[in-house]
């Protein structure tokens, strides 16, 4: 599991993101990615709920145009910044979570674990600084938040 988070680091640190923002709409120009950052389907608040409900959440998110999804683990690492903390994330992104968040502040990923000792478990970023983990029990009470994406 070791190597596994040092790959996953290494290949995050690799991508230099080229982010621009328009409409809500985060635009990565190296992954190719969008990602939300307009939560005003949800009241202006960011979208959390367990495993089932943030997939569901992102298959029916309409956001202009909709065709988006959870991200999975690689994606989600690819906007980590890792030189800011509280949130390691981009000052483009303008709706983040982090530690001083009512609920843990990590963020969903569709990856689950590829260990037969966590069958129903999924990993997950928390943004604060910008590390992941697998502590989320996908189908029971777990609530991170959601950060949805599509390709473009």
Request: hydrophobic content about 35%; glycine content about 6%; aromatic content about 14%.
């Given at each position: 599991?070791?190597?596994?988070?040092?790959?996953?680091?290494?290949?995050?640190?690799?991508?230099?993101?080229?982010?621009?923002?328009?409409?809500?709409?985060v635009?990565?120009?190296?992954?190719?990615?969008?990602?939300?950052?307009?939560?005003s389907?949800?009241g202006?608040?960011i979208?959390?709920?367990?495993?089932?409900?943030?997939?569901?959440?992102?298959?029916?998110?309409?956001?202009?145009?909709?065709?988006?999804?959870?991200?999975?683990?690689?994606?989600?690492?690819?906007?980590?910044?890792?030189?800011?903390?509280?949130?390691?994330?981009?000052?483009v992104?303008?709706?983040?979570?982090?530690?001083?968040?009512?609920?843990?502040?990590?963020?969903?990923?569709?990856?689950?674990?590829?260990?037969?000792?966590?069958?129903?478990?999924?990993?997950?970023?928390?943004f604060?600084?910008g590390?992941?983990?697998?502590?989320?029990?996908?189908?029971?009470?777990?609530?991170?938040?959601?950060?949805?994406?599509?390709?473009?």
């Amino acid at each position: 599991m070791k190597q596994f988070f040092l790959i996953m680091v290494g290949i995050s640190i690799g991508l230099h993101a080229e982010l621009s923002r328009s409409n809500g709409i985060v635009q990565d120009n190296i992954t190719r990615l969008q990602w939300q950052d307009d939560y005003s389907d949800n009241g202006n608040t960011i979208k959390s709920g367990n495993w089932e409900e943030a997939l569901l959440y992102c298959s029916n998110l309409s956001l202009a145009g909709g065709g988006w999804r959870l991200p999975n683990i690689r994606e989600l690492l690819s906007i980590v910044d890792y030189k800011v903390i509280k949130p390691s994330i981009s000052n483009v992104f303008r709706r983040t979570a982090s530690e001083s968040s009512a609920i843990s502040p990590f963020y969903w990923s569709s990856t689950t674990v590829p260990n037969p000792k966590f069958p129903s478990f999924a990993f997950s970023v928390n943004f604060s600084y910008g590390t992941q983990d697998y502590d989320g029990e996908k189908q029971l009470n777990s609530n991170f938040y959601v950060r949805c994406v599509r390709s473009l």
